[in-house]
């Protein structure tokens, strides 16, 4: 495993990446550099540049403005995959930044949904974290692209993560010890700031996942952060979930909206905000999508699994649920405590296992995850 591991499941293409940051970084770039330039050829020079019209010098300075305040050990990592591919470190370094790009283009962009259950909700009383990934229609063509990334650190505890190509910073992502985390946007205002000088919370959320062998030690270290921007991040393990509403100038923690069940969408619901009103159409429907998922977790109170949880997905806006029959790019269900993972991409792949024990637990932890935490 020195030397990294790539395969597929189904359609879907699995790296294995173990040892220092630039080591993980060298695997990516020598094992995944077609994948790479292709998404680059496909979603910066086809999707921002040309169709969108996005000027090719104001996209490599946000990525620039972005990537600066990268920690270290993240940087020597974009090192790593751009030596071993060939492809410039800019043109890495803007890969990581679509999310960031599609924000710019249109800031009315939020889809995103999950859902955790526990406890009397589930059938054994585990959690079982359902959710929607959903960007435009476009993104249907990214599919061949997205990745799921088993990263193993010398010195930290293995995480999985989903994204795209070249996509390091973390849209939905779980480690070895059941700790899990997926962000939804957020919605903005004129008063929310976007600060540069603060790290990229995509990239500290990989971090904090390498050092957190529990959602305790996790909510410390995002407590302890700073948002560059707004964000809903939801994280959990297998006992519980918790919701964080976060700006660049505060943070709202929820827990649960009724016992053992705790639904997030594209708005702020905590009580506690001085915000202007959602209104009915806005975020795609954000209110509506949070009320159908609420309802239906009443609904199957008790009977909630892996196969219920892809049903509750599979449940269509239309038809009462909060999935977008055009625009959800990836579906993913997790039951942390037994690391079991199912994935669909609709119109691609449909719901499949992929395995996360054997290359999570690969690799013993050789660094002590409550002292990095200090």
């Not at 220092?20 to 060298?26: I, L, P, S």
């Not at 994204?163 to 910073?169: E, F, K, T």
């Not at 923690?253 to 159409?281: M, Q, Y």
């Amino acid at each position: 495993m020195e030397d990294g591991k790539r395969y597929s499941v189904g359609k879907i293409s699995v790296l294995e990446l173990c040892g220092d940051y630039r080591e993980m970084g060298r695997q990516y770039g020598r094992l995944f550099k077609d994948k790479i330039v292709k998404f680059y050829e496909t979603a910066i020079e086809g999707y921002f540049i040309r169709r969108s019209n996005m000027p090719y010098l104001k996209l490599l300075a946000i990525s620039r403005l972005i990537f600066r305040r990268y920690g270290p050990k993240i940087k020597e990592m974009f090192s790593g995959i751009s030596e071993t591919s060939g492809v410039s470190l800019n043109s890495i370094i803007m890969l990581d930044q679509i999310n960031t790009f599609e924000f710019m283009r249109n800031q009315d962009v939020g889809r995103c949904s999950d859902m955790a259950v526990w406890g009397d909700h589930t059938e054994d009383g585990a959690l079982v974290f359902g959710r929607n990934f959903d960007q435009p229609e476009y993104f249907k063509k990214f599919n061949d692209f997205l990745t799921l990334t088993i990263f193993s650190p010398d010195d930290g505890i293995p995480a999985a993560s989903i994204g795209y190509a070249g996509q390091i910073g973390v849209s939905s992502a779980i480690n070895a010890r059941g700790v899990f985390i997926a962000n939804n946007e957020a919605p903005t205002e004129k008063s929310d700031e976007i600060d540069i000088n603060t790290p990229s919370v995509l990239i500290l959320e990989l971090e904090f996942l390498m050092r957190s062998s529990s959602l305790d030690d996790l909510d410390r270290l995002i407590k302890g952060a700073k948002a560059n921007c707004p964000i809903i991040v939801s994280a959990g393990d297998g006992k519980t979930s918790l919701t964080y509403e976060w700006t660049a100038s505060e943070i709202k923690v929820r827990s649960e909206d009724k016992r053992g069940i705790l639904v997030t969408t594209n708005h702020f619901a905590h009580p506690s905000w001085k915000r202007s009103a959602i209104l009915p159409d806005a975020y795609v429907k954000t209110l509506a999508r949070r009320a159908n998922l609420l309802s239906l977790g009443e609904k199957y109170k008790g009977k909630f699994n892996i196969r219920k949880m892809k049903d509750v997905l599979d449940t269509t806006m239309d038809k009462g649920g909060a999935t977008h029959l055009n625009q959800t790019t990836f579906q993913m269900v997790l039951a942390p405590d037994k690391l079991q993972m199912h994935l669909k991409v609709p119109d691609f792949q449909d719901w499949t296992e992929i395995d996360l024990k054997t290359p999570l637990t690969r690799y013993a932890l050789t660094g002590d995850a409550e002292f990095s935490i200090q």
